[in-house]
């Protein structure tokens, strides 16, 4: 990709960090910057456009992943997405618990933290192996333990692929677990969207975060797949966007679209990682705002 930011050098490597944006998503991203500023909601002609793009762009994401597109809630980062998922599962149990592991990143252990000192949920962190792995066996001891306790669901959180080392956990093989113990499961595949397929059914999971700024879109973007009949609590209280969940007139309308054109045919969105994603400014299209 040729970019204004890498001519010249030095060399840069840090795309786990973020990436740049891609001067496609820019120019896709231009015309709701300056002439279609409308708000979706809005009952008037100015909201066509922001909300057509609004429908499309959800509707990549969840081609993505393997989702459908009301299963997608966008957000404003990858730790408001997590944030979402935990705190939205554990406030909603009877008795909030949530399970995770270590290596994981400080969007998931501090949001973990947080959660024990102000809401008394109560967290277990488990170890990992030496190559970074979560062995099932201690997902295993570890629900044996506690899910039944609980009352109600327990979340688990595990990453997808770690932001550090790159390892890449066995997802689908912990989710199976944590179903067979009633518990629900949570992705954070911030590393692992665009660079490595996704399909939330294959892998089981009832929740998953993605992030639009390690995918060569802007930062603070986001977006959470939440699986139909999953019960959260909002992570963001107000007029009702994104199925009540995330309230605000979306500001960057958080529409993250796939911009390769191998990634879009002429039938729509195909489930190869997208090279790009495109973020456009709108709001959302349901309900008054
Ligand atoms: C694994 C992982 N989860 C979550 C995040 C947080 O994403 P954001 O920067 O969009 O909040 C990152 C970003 O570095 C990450 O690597």
Not at 198 to 222: R, T
């Amino acid at each position: 990709m040729s970019h204004p930011g890498l001519a010249g050098g030095p060399i840069y490597l840090d795309y786990n960090a973020t990436t740049p944006v891609d001067p496609r998503v820019v120019e896709a991203m231009e015309p709701y910057l300056t002439r279609w500023f409308g708000n979706p909601s809005s009952g008037h002609p100015f909201a066509e456009q922001p909300r057509q793009a609004l429908a499309a762009a959800r509707a990549q994401v969840a081609v993505l992943l393997g989702a459908r597109p009301a299963e997608i809630v966008f957000t404003a980062s990858g730790s408001e997405a997590n944030l979402l998922a935990l705190r939205g599962a554990a406030l909603t149990g009877p008795r909030p618990h949530v399970i995770t592991q270590v290596a994981e990143h400080p969007a998931v252990l501090e949001t973990c933290r947080a959660l024990q000192h102000l809401h008394g949920v109560w967290v277990s962190t488990l170890p990992v192996d030496g190559d970074g792995l979560l062995a099932p066996a201690v997902l295993a001891t570890a629900l044996d333990e506690h899910a039944a306790s609980a009352g109600g669901p327990v979340p688990v959180s595990v990453m997808a692929a770690n932001n550090e080392t790159g390892a890449l956990q066995p997802i689908a093989e912990l989710a199976e677990l944590a179903h067979a113990h009633g518990a629900l499961f949570h992705c954070d595949a911030a590393q692992a969207a665009g660079k490595i397929p996704l399909d939330v059914a294959g892998l089981g999971v009832d929740l998953l975060s993605v992030v639009g700024h390690k995918m060569y879109a802007p930062k603070g973007v986001g977006a959470l797949y939440v699986r139909e009949g999953v019960r959260l609590e909002p992570v963001v209280y107000g007029g009702g966007q994104e199925r009540g969940l995330r309230a605000g007139t979306e500001r960057g309308g958080d529409l993250m679209r796939t911009a390769d054109p191998r990634t879009t045919g002429p039938d729509g969105p195909s489930r190869t990682p997208p090279a790009a994603v495109v973020t456009v400014r709108s709001a959302d299209t349901q309900g008054t705002r």
